[in-house]
Nanobody, 119 residues
């Protein structure tokens, strides 16, 4: 199973971005998906999660109302829309996929996509 994030970049404060996470090697239509971010010297921070159907997404308080998580099970992709960007959200953004196989719990990360917001 492989995750590839894309859509990051250098933007100005107030802009919007949509990050994408493409999943290969397994269909995600029965599983939850999660977005995290990380800045140098800090632990990865939970941002948002979405269940298999896309209903009732969960957000951290720090991004609630500004970020929107969504998914397309046909395309096997998950998205994170970032609105009203501020310099403090500059970070490496990761997609995370946890699922159970006959070998136990699998915890897969992508390599991340960098979001840099200039003031």
């Amino acid at each position: 199973v492989k995750l590839v994030e894309s859509g990051g970049g250098l933007v100005q404060a107030g802009d919007s971005l949509t990050l994408s996470c493409s999943v290969t090697g397994r269909t995600i239509d029965n599983d939850a998906m999660v977005w995290f971010r990380q800045t140098p010297g800090k632990e990865r921070q939970f941002l948002a999660s979405i269940n298999w159907s896309g209903a009732n997404p969960d957000y951290s308080d720090s991004v609630k109302g500004r970020f929107t998580i969504s998914r397309d099970n046909v395309k096997n992709m998950v998205y994170l829309q970032l609105d009203s960007l501020k310099p403090e959200v500059t970070a490496l953004y990761y997609c995370n996929y946890r699922f159970v196989t006959q070998y136990g719990l699998q915890n897969v990360w992508g390599e991340g996509t960098q979001v840099t917001v200039s003031s």
